[in-house]
Nanobody, 115 residues
Framework: QVQLVESGGGLVQPGGSLRLSCVVT????????MGWYRQAPGKERELVAR???????NYGDFVKGRFTISRSDAKSTVYLQMSNLKPEDTAVYYC?????????WGQGTQVTVSS
């Protein structure tokens, strides 16, 4: 069964940056479609960014050029580089892949933006 393991979350001041990583294991090759979602307390989970292969990228409207999703198939890893972070970006960030009719999620990594 596919396993997704996130890392890189933490506490950062407004305007700061973080890079999240998601390592994909228990599969021979990283899936073509990989994404990052987030969920803040009391809110629904929402799409942050999705990458399909190496070409197509989609971002949530709130990203506004601040985040970049990328991948390294050689390292079976997907990254989310986040810059100019705002307090409203505070949430648990989850790695996701849809594969063979199933949705696979990581355990999540907490991102807190606060002064």
């Amino acid at each position: 069964q596919v396993q997704l393991v996130e890392s890189g979350g933490g506490l950062v001041q407004p305007g700061g940056s973080l890079r999240l990583s998601c390592v994909v294991t228990r599969i021979s090759s990283i899936p073509n479609t990989m994404g990052w979602y987030r969920q803040a307390p009391g809110k629904e989970r929402e799409l942050v960014a999705r990458i399909i292969g190496y070409g197509d990228r989609n971002y949530g409207d709130f990203v506004k050029g601040r985040f970049t999703i990328s991948r390294s198939d050689a390292k079976s890893t997907v990254y989310l580089q986040m810059s100019n972070l705002k307090p409203e970006d505070t949430a648990v960030y989850y790695c996701h892949t849809p594969l063979a009719g199933h949705n696979y999620w990581g355990q999540g990594t907490q991102v807190t933006v606060s002064s």
